[in-house]
DNA sequence: AGCTCTTATGAATCATTGA
DNA sequence: GTCAATGATTCATAAGAGC
């Protein structure tokens, strides 16, 4: 029996951080406010003062993350006037030079991205997921995150059932699920640097900034059970809920009052759920 | 009757390209050399010399471009002990200091990229199509890339959802009509800027050709027939061949002889070619 | 329960109008 | 003149309703 706790904290990011130790976290994974030339907007930092504003912040975050964490940086410049705007990209080479590793650039490929059309410019459809390291050995679980081979899904899926798949999502490495994981993960593959994931445009109260799926996925690719997560502009909750979900400690961020309002309630219904740890169950299989 | 010519010249582009005139091309399209620290392969320009090496180069490419023209540049930097390289992205920033606009930035999704395992990184599946251009009135045919369509016509024809008729209300006059004449005998969408387009395994002797489709889908994108098409890093001469089968006038230029004599022989077949030009074809009207 | 059909909307961009 | 608000354009997805 383990006890997972989500935690929303309301202020900058910048001072809430203080207050944590050096290496306490396994993972940080934002969506920070994009930068916006507009006041009234969330966030409201404009693109040319955005990597000054941002540096201050990150530096904390390359403090209370563990050697062998990971910050996950799912950010996107937009165009304006028919240009891109460079502040993403002149992040990341002040973020190198205040000591991270720049270790990988994933492409979240937005399904379903939004519509429009204009002369010269056709819809946009990615979002860079940076990622970020202090150590070239960091933890990384590959086969948390495999993808089912070909026309798997298609086939093998449709005879299984649906409680089935629910099964097998919900007790891996135990009886029923231990027997079809064997043969499963014949039929899967890791996957690649892009992830297709479709925006969620469902009828909720509080829209997510980004789509449940992401933060999933790199919870389950760079945490264990147990590990803590931190968002730092955490908006909505999502990936606070999803941590929880997925039995992972974290801890979320907010400026903005009605937001964390937002947040607590959607980690509200399960925050003291005591989860089940399986005994069997050894992290690294998964 | 028109005559589509395809050369390939000898040397570096550096030196080749000051025979040209300004405001020659209206695309060019290319995949430069790779910056590499082994000095044998191909480029052989190590990553922290790579910008200034680009740049001179670049500068001629600026020149013979015309106004309208658009500049095309595949590139991806590679991972090096466990970090990625920042000179590409270092290298759009020196491209906006010199002139160029940056306008877009596509992401070529590799389908079937080359299976591989490491134990901190999955396979790289995407590669940068950096868009630069001179002005912001650039040419663009929207409408000879267009894809099929998903179902979106039929299940927005079949009703109109309330929202929909909201936004038409909230038009002046006659607005709506026009509307729906618009969707009534479509059956393409617009593309987005996410390109997913398989690589060619069964390739020649040039290790770094891309696949055809990636300059065809260029090539019909920002020119007309009977424009002019640049490749200064040919290779094989993938670039040439592709324009010339779409009615496009292309230079290429090759460093190394033996690219040369390939990139030759692809064009070989069809240098003389008439091709036949309708005489009710306005180029204006693609 | 398991389908099909309906409906709302999403980190959008540009041109135009108004302050 | 600069800057901010408004209007026009467009399509994939999933929740919810209906059968």
């Not at 940080?28 to 507009?38: E, L, Q």
């Not at 399904?111 to 204009?118: D, L």
Request: aromatic share 12%.
């Amino acid at each position: 029996m383990r006890i997972t706790t989500a935690e929303i904290k309301h202020g900058d990011c910048l001072d809430v951080l203080r207050e944590y130790a050096d290496n306490t976290f396994d993972l940080i994974v934002t969506s920070p406010p994009y930068a916006d030339r507009r006041k009234h907007t969330y966030g409201g930092v404009p693109p040319e003062k955005y990597v000054d504003w941002f540096l201050p912040r990150s530096e904390q975050f390359l403090r209370v993350l563990k050697p062998t964490g990971t910050f996950i940086l799912n950010i996107k410049e937009k165009a304006e006037n028919g240009e891109r705007h460079t502040f993403v990209i002149e992040l990341i080479l002040a973020l190198r030079r205040q000591g991270w590793l720049w270790t990988e650039e994933f492409i979240w490929h937005k399904k379903n991205c939004y519509p429009g059309k204009w002369p010269n410019r056709f819809r946009d459809a990615w979002e860079r997921c940076l990622q970020f390291n202090k150590t070239r050995r960091f933890k990384m679980r590959q086969e948390a995150v495999m993808v089912p081979m070909g026309d798997w899904k298609e086939t093998r899926m449709k005879s299984l059932g649906k409680n089935d798949v629910i099964r097998f999502n919900s007790q891996v490495g135990s009886g029923f699920g231990k027997n079809i994981a064997n043969w499963l993960y014949r039929e899967m593959a890791y996957p690649t640097n892009v992830l297709h994931l479709a925006t969620e445009c469902s009828n909720k109260r509080h829209s997510a900034a980004f789509p449940e799926a992401l933060p999933e996925w790199f919870i389950k690719l760079f945490t264990d059970e147990g590990d803590w997560v931190l968002d730092p502009f955490v908006g909505s909750g999502t990936t606070c809920a999803v941590a929880l979900r997925l039995g992972r400690n974290s801890v979320g961020i907010e400026l903005v009052r009605e937001y964390v309002e937002l947040a607590r309630q959607s980690i509200e219904p399960a925050t003291a759920t005591l989860f089940e740890t399986p005994t069997n169950h050894a992290p690294d299989q998964r």
